[in-house]
């Protein structure tokens, strides 16, 4: 059974500093990868997905993750954050027609 | 136009209640699904529909329903509400069974008293 991690509950970061966002998965199968964001009362938005092909994957808002097959992670990065980023994020991992696994979401605060 | 709409937004309610939340997608999407997102934020699937037939049914309590009357839209029926089934709702649909990248609706925050 497929699962995911996703390391860090809460991220503190200053604006305009780097941020990445760790996420790891399980699974023994080719696997489908997905990052969404959730703003503070709102639904998930879709961030960005790796499906194939390129390993680095750019996906809204200035956001980009890498695909590592090796160490099973899909981490989420973005080079300088804004105090519009504040929301919940979350890494989801899926096989085939399998349903849609999500992590258990990283807070990110953004500090002015 | 909202791709992804549910009602109600907020729902408070006593136990032992029965309750309803409605959601319609406007995308022309196949398939349908709800999460339940608990206290810690974490979510999980309960149910998905594709063109009105269920897909997955998690291990939830059959006091839980859904009922799709068409592809467009999919509803939930809660029975006998207890207080843990205090959470956030979603509905999201996707293009077909492949799920590459579902659409949220904003949620329905139900909370039993």
């Known amino acids: 059974a497929q699962s995911v991690t996703q390391l860090d509950s809460q991220v503190p970061v200053f604006e305009e500093a780097p941020v990445e966002l760790r996420c790891n998965y399980s699974?023994?199968?080719?696997?489908?990868l997905f990052w969404y964001v959730q703003y503070p009362n709102q639904g998930l938005q879709l961030l960005l997905k790796?499906?194939?092909?390129?390993?680095l994957v750019k996906g809204i808002n200035g956001f980009e993750a890498e695909f590592n097959k090796s160490q099973t992670s899909f981490h989420l990065r973005k080079p300088s954050v804004h105090i519009s980023d504040t929301a919940e994020y979350f890494c989801?991992?899926?096989?085939?027609?399998?349903?849609?696994?999500f992590g258990p979401g990283t807070s990110l605060s953004v500090i002015p | 136009d909202t791709a992804v709409s549910q009602t109600p937004k907020y729902l408070v309610t006593q136990m032992g209640n029965d309750k309803s939340i409605k959601c319609e997608q406007n995308?022309?999407?196949?398939?349908m699904y709800w999460y339940k997102q608990d206290s810690k934020k974490f979510l999980k699937i309960m149910f998905s529909?594709?063109?009105?037939?269920?897909?997955i049914n998690e291990t939830v309590p059959n006091r839980f329903s859904p009922k799709s009357p068409d592809k467009a839209h999919l509803n939930l029926h809660i029975n006998s509400l207890e207080l843990g089934d205090s959470a956030v709702y979603f509905c999201?649909?996707?293009?077909?069974?492949?799920?590459?990248?579902?659409?949220f609706g904003s949620g329905t925050r139900l909370t039993v008293v």
């Open positions: 999201a649909s996707s293009q077909d069974l492949t799920g590459y990248g579902y659409t």
């Open positions: 699974s023994s199968v080719s696997v489908y």
């Open positions: 790796y499906l194939s092909g390129s390993t």
């Open positions: 989801a991992v899926k096989t085939s027609y399998d349903k849609v696994i």
């Open positions: 995308l022309g999407h196949d398939t």
């Open positions: 529909y594709n063109n009105k037939e269920l897909i």
